[in-house]
Structure formats: C-alpha cells, structure tokens
C-alpha cells in the first residue's frame, strides 16, 4: 500500500552552492543520465526530504534487472462515470439479444454488429433484429461484441455523421448509450434478470422528485447491485455510491453486501479496490468486518484493503501479515512488507531481511523503501549495505531511504559509506547525497574533508559526479 509521505526535514541545499558547482553536476548528471541503460519502471515510495533531489545512481546492464511483474488488472467493465439508470435514461430501446454477424466497413474502421432481438425491455425497435454500429478509427482494441455474444443493450439512434452515410448500406442503425458502458454481455439467465432488474429500478427512479426519496431509492439500488454479484452491477453500484454522502451509518443488510463483493473473486479487483478507497476516504467504519473478510488475491486489493483498514483504525497486525510475506508472488510479499512497516512498532531487523535475502529484485527495493518509511535510524546498518550493491534500482532507493530517515544518523552512514565503501562507484555516490542534502559548505560534509576521504569523493564534492566510462560498459 501507498506509504504517506515522509515529512520534510531539510530546505533545499542548493541555495549553499555555488553556481559553478551547479553547473557541474548539472552537466555531469545529465551525462550520467544519457549513458545509463534504460529507465527504472518502478516508482519510489519513499520520497527524500523536499527539496531535495536524488541524482541517479551508477549505470547497470538491463539484463540484471527483473522486469515489472504486474498483476492482472481486472478491469472495470464501465467507465466509472455515468452509472447505468443514466444510460437508461438517455436510450430509446434497451433490448436483450444475440449477436449473429459482424460487417467490417472502411478497413475495419467500422462495423456493424447485426443483433437478434430476444426480448425488448424498454422502448421499442423495428422488427426483431437491429444493426449496431461501432466507429473504431484506427484503435486496435476488440469489438464492442463478439459473434454469439448474448447481451443486454441500451440503445439510441446512431449520430447523423456523413462519414456514417458515406459508408452505410441506407437503413436504421443504432449505438450504445455511453459506449461500451451501453452493453452489457450476460452469462446466464439469472444475470440478464438482475441488470433487467437494475434497469427497471433505474427507470423507476427517474421519475421520484422528491430529492430525500431518490436518494434513499439511490441508495438501496446500489446496495441491490452489489449484492448480485453481477460484476457489471457491481461496478455501477461504485458509480452510484460515489454520488452518495455520507455513506455512514450501514444496515445490517448493506454490510452483507459489502461482505459479498469484498469476499467474491468474481467482482474485478479494480472494482474491490474502488470500493476500499471509497469506503477510506468516507470514513465508514461500519465497513471494517468487511474489510477484514475481504479477499486479498492481487496486490492491488491487498494494498488498498490494508490502507483502508488503516486509515478508519483497524490496522492488520503481524499475524494477519505472516502468510502473505511468503507467498510465491513477489508483488504480493512487497505489499506485505509495505504494510509490514506500517505497524505501531514495525520490526526493522525483519524487514531488513527482505531488503538483502529476497531473491526478487522488486521485494528487495520494497523493502529498502520500507525501511526509509520507518524512519528509525536503526535501519541505517541494513540500507548501508544495500547502497553498496551494484544493481542501480537497488542503490537509488537505499539512498532514498537513507535520506527519509534524516538528521545526523543518516548523514553519518553518507560519511561512512563515502569513506569505507567497496568501490569507486558506492564512495562517490553516497559523497554526493551527503552534498546534496546537506550542503558542501555543511558540516556534515566538512567532517568528509576532514577524514582525509579518497580522490574520488574530494572530485564529487569538488566538480560533482562522473562515472568511469569503462563501468557504463562492464559486463
């Protein structure tokens, strides 16, 4: 889960430099920069104080690091916008059917989906098929339907483009209400009554003018949706609480709604995740034995299921994180370790385990980030060792922890790494954060002079950063 960020200790050092030293390691950084072999794809999470900014570490192969293992993202069958009594109301027809030919037009760049009508639900249509058009430009994304996809559509007349003319046999056409948000495919006979039932309520709803009414109808509707277990209504009824305030109290009733979708792996985890956030943000703390019942199945929903926990004061202790901090995904151990340092008391010896054990690149740098968002100075030992570690990403976020533990400690561990570490690389590196956040007419920094520290660090305190050209190319 997000970690907050950390709070500022130091103003921005580099008022204390000189112009010349500036545009130094401006140039310098910039190199460093344009020979590095690719950009890091993972965001930090530990930020550094304000102000300051972290210059890039020593360049590695990409071969050595792992590429971004995202999990699925389970995308929200709607826009999460416009919730679906809307579209109701903005359709001439809504029709069940069942699609038995697509037409291509102009390259592909447009089709006509011809549907057999089962069943009308509202409005009407003529005769008992219709054409659905679909204007696809040239995007590359699948059909708003596939042949013998049964479905429920909101429809209205098709937009009056000259382009539609030019390239249409003459004939009635129609288009979903909202786009994709206009159709909704149904597995079974018992999902096609509940969207049917949604959409009567919906209608129903439209006509209530009493402000206090609708909404309670509002309400209960979305509650109805997400006790379907129908993953489309469950999206729509996100929609239709975000639209609610306040949320709090929950019947009995709406609880054991929430404890069905937060425990179904059916409803997307994009949908879940919407849901935690939702219910975080409005403080509803009624919601926590549903959170705590919820199924955690991606790192998504095990973040901001967590977060929420946390926020409304229902934290997970270190039980409930005990399985997921060895599970076989590694995405999953990093959020376990992230909530692992949110703890009243997190164990910095064992997130340090992590940080130098895990055998995945992505855990190792979760937990670094971890450690920094601990703030406590007894990770420094564990975040001095990994600064010394050649893997760029992994260097770049123990200097980034070492900084959002701040104060003199952190400055020391710079110190001691600048005098004592193994290479060139992890000596120069740790020379120019001590500057960078401190100042080179700091203390801190004077107390580096003063130990009589290698040429390379006087260089970096002097002119700024440059790598060796033969490390850009090692291995």
Not at 49 to 73: N, T, Y
Not at 268 to 282: E, F, K, M, N, S
Not at 366 to 393: C, D, K, N, V
């Amino acid at each position: 889960m997000s970690q907050p960020p950390v709070a500022s200790r130091r103003a921005s050092a580099g008022a204390l430099w000189a112009p010349a030293a500036f545009a130094a390691i401006a140039l310098v950084l910039a190199a460093v920069s344009a020979a590095a072999h690719g950009p890091v794809r993972r965001q930090p999470v530990t930020k550094p104080p304000a102000g300051v900014e972290i210059p890039p570490g020593p360049p590695l192969d990409p071969k050595a690091l792992q590429g971004s293992r995202g999990s699925p993202s389970g995308a929200v069958p709607t826009t999460g916008v416009v919730p679906l009594r809307s579209l109701g109301a903005e359709s001439t027809a809504v029709v069940e059917g069942v699609v038995l030919k697509t037409t291509p037009f102009d390259d592909d760049k447009l089709r006509v989906y011809q549907v057999r009508v089962e069943r009308t639900l509202h409005g009407t249509v003529d005769g008992d098929e219709v054409d659905l058009v679909e204007i696809r430009g040239a995007a590359a994304h699948p059909g708003f339907v596939a042949d013998g996809e049964r479905a429920i559509l909101v429809l209205r007349p098709a937009p009056r483009f000259s382009y539609l003319t030019q390239q249409l046999p003459a004939g009635t056409y129609y288009s979903p209400a909202g786009g994709r948000d206009g159709i909704m495919p149904i597995a079974s006979d018992a999902e096609r009554d509940a969207v049917a039932h949604a959409l009567d309520e919906g209608f129903r709803i439209s006509t209530l003018t009493d402000e206090s009414e609708n909404r309670r109808a509002r309400r209960a509707l979305a509650f109805e949706e997400l006790g379907s277990m129908v993953p489309r209504l469950a999206a729509d009824a996100l929609v239709e609480l975000r639209r609610l305030d306040p949320l709090a109290p929950l019947s009995r009733d709406e609880l054991t709604a929430l404890e069905r979708t937060f425990a179904a792996k059916s409803i997307p985890p994009a949908t879940r995740v919407g849901l935690a956030q939702l219910l975080a943000q409005r403080g509803v703390t009624d919601a926590v034995p549903a959170l705590r019942a919820a199924l955690l199945d991606t790192p998504e929903v095990f973040d901001a299921v967590f977060a929420a926990r946390t926020r409304l004061g229902a934290p997970p202790d270190r039980s409930e994180l005990t399985s997921y901090l060895t599970a076989k995904d590694p995405a999953v151990r990093a959020s376990a370790i992230r909530a692992l340092a949110e703890l009243k008391d997190p164990a910095v010896g064992e997130i340090g385990r992590y940080a130098t054990t895990d055998p995945d690149v992505e855990v190792r740098v979760a937990a670094i980030e971890a450690l920094g968002a601990t703030q406590q100075p007894a990770a420094l030992p564990t975040l001095s060792q990994t600064f010394g570690t050649s893997q760029r990403e992994v260097r770049q976020a123990s200097g980034r922890a070492i900084l959002a533990i701040g104060g003199d400690p952190a400055s020391q561990a710079l110190i001691n790494l600048a005098l004592h570490g193994e290479d060139a690389d992890t000596r120069a590196y740790a020379a120019l954060l001590l500057m960078v956040s401190n100042g080179r007419d700091s203390a801190p920094v004077q107390r580096l002079l003063a130990s009589n520290p290698s040429s390379e660090v006087r260089n970096v305190i002097e002119h700024g950063l440059r790598w060796s050209h033969s490390h850009q190319h090692d291995e």
